[in-house]
């Protein structure tokens, strides 16, 4: 089956730390972008990071810049989101995306309208609350 998995997410209060992992399954990273989106309630989906295949480039959003880290190992098939410096403003649903042909600022700007991104995972819910 193929698909994409989230793990990691949970509650932490402001200042503290989380990692989000991108699990796929059934195919191969190798030769996708992969991305971190997330969702709040009542607020549109944004893009907060997103990686090329080789890892050699990557995308943050400016309100994450300096504190969100994006990583992946292919050997593991797996994609990585170090959150640090959390606040909750950061409060969303996370869900990690494969693409095969944007650049990483065009799929987390999602400046293609147009295009439907491969696979999507279910989503890990993050809560930063005291």
């Known amino acids: 089956q193929v698909q994409l998995v989230e793990s990691g997410g949970g509650l932490v209060q402001p200042g503290g730390s989380l990692r989000l992992s991108c699990a796929a399954s059934?195919?191969?990273?190798?030769?996708?972008?992969i991305g971190w989106f997330r969702q709040a309630p009542g607020k549109e989906r944004e893009g907060v990071s997103c990686?090329?295949?080789?890892?050699?480039?990557?995308y943050y959003a400016d309100s994450v810049k300096g504190r969100f880290t994006i990583s992946r190992d292919n050997a593991k098939n797996t994609v990585y989101l170090q959150m640090n410096s959390l606040k909750p403003e950061d409060t969303a649903v996370y869900y990690c995306?494969?693409?095969?042909?944007?650049?990483?600022?065009?799929?987390?700007?999602?400046?293609?309208?147009?295009?439907?991104?491969?696979?999507w995972g279910q989503g890990t819910q993050v809560t930063v609350s005291s």
């Open positions: 995306v494969a693409d095969e042909i944007l650049g990483v600022q065009t799929m987390c700007e999602m400046s293609a309208p147009k295009h439907e991104y491969d696979y």
């Open positions: 059934g195919f191969s990273l190798d030769s996708y972008a």
């Open positions: 990686i090329s295949y080789s890892g050699g480039s990557t």
